[in-house]
């Protein structure tokens, strides 16, 4: 349809436009496939520079034989002389008929196509943006890995050997954690993973630690690879701040879940860079689960905070555990 349309618009008005439109396409294809280094781009904006090449070389022969003055009136006498001689030798042969006049074209028509080859034109770049890859500068998707590789603690290299906080961060980092906290159209602003050490146990406890933010809620995924099974953990509660506990079973394996409020503080960069007074964080609720069915010690935690203070059901937390636990070793 789009090529017919062409065909309808006057060569001077067609041909500047292909050339416009090819050269913009082919530029800005070949652009992107030096950019991702990809071939099939590569040969399809080489496609469209040599179709843009040909109708500029087709313009320059208009051009040309427009500038160059029409054939001598000689050349017309011979041309007509030569003509009459085998007319002579034919005989009485039918006489050719008159040339038939060009048809001449409907300046409606050639309107009408204009304004439809400009729509498809406007609504190709309408539309484009939606399947080309985005800039450079447009803002990139939170990952798991910053491209530094840092030396793990000696904690990381015991057998077994524990998850470290790029992989429990991959763990943690679903396609659907969103949707999985009840926010299905928000993304993450932040994603991190840590190679952490247990306090208090002079390096020698693995404690990696993952964390996704969200707009509305905030989670932590941490594993601890000690001796203090879940049961040891439920008494030492008793002495804590933890409210709301409640013991539970979660893929077969001994599990808690509490309450407790984060910690909030603020840095001043400013007057020597002194920090304020540690304060009392909105309320978190925490799911603690065994590393084993056994419960032989460690055990990993997830947390889920806002800081509005409001938190989700703690179904939300039993979900991502079903989904992150089976991926932490």
Known sequence: MLGFLLRLLPFWVREPLLIAVGSVLGVRIMYLAV????RVAAGLGVVFLVFTAIRVYAVIRALRARRNPSPTASADGAAVDAAAQLQAQAGTGPRPSPDTPEKEHNPWRQA????????ALAA?????????????NAPQAASCSDGAHEELPKAYKDTPKPVTGEELCKALYRPDLAKLLGTPGETATT????NNTAPLTDGK?????AEVTFDTYTVNVSATYNELSI??????????????IKTLKVLGRPAVLSSDHT????????SGGSGGP?????????LSVALDRNDRGGYCEITVWSTSGALPNDSVLLNIAEKVLPRIP
């Open 278 to 286: 540690v304060e009392q964080g909105p309320l978190a609720r925490t």
């Open 205 to 209: 406890v693995a404690q990696p630690e």
């Open 112 to 119: 009408i196509a204009a304004v439809a080859v400009f729509g």
């Open 35 to 38: 950019r991702d280094h990809d």
């Open 231 to 244: 049961d040891q953990y439920v008494k030492l509660m008793k002495f804590g701040d933890e409210t709301d």
């Open 124 to 136: 190709s770049v309408w539309v484009g943006p939606r399947f080309m890859p985005s800039d450079d």
């Open 263 to 270: 910690m909030k503080f603020e840095i001043n960069l400013g």
């Open 191 to 194: 994603v991190s993973g840590t």
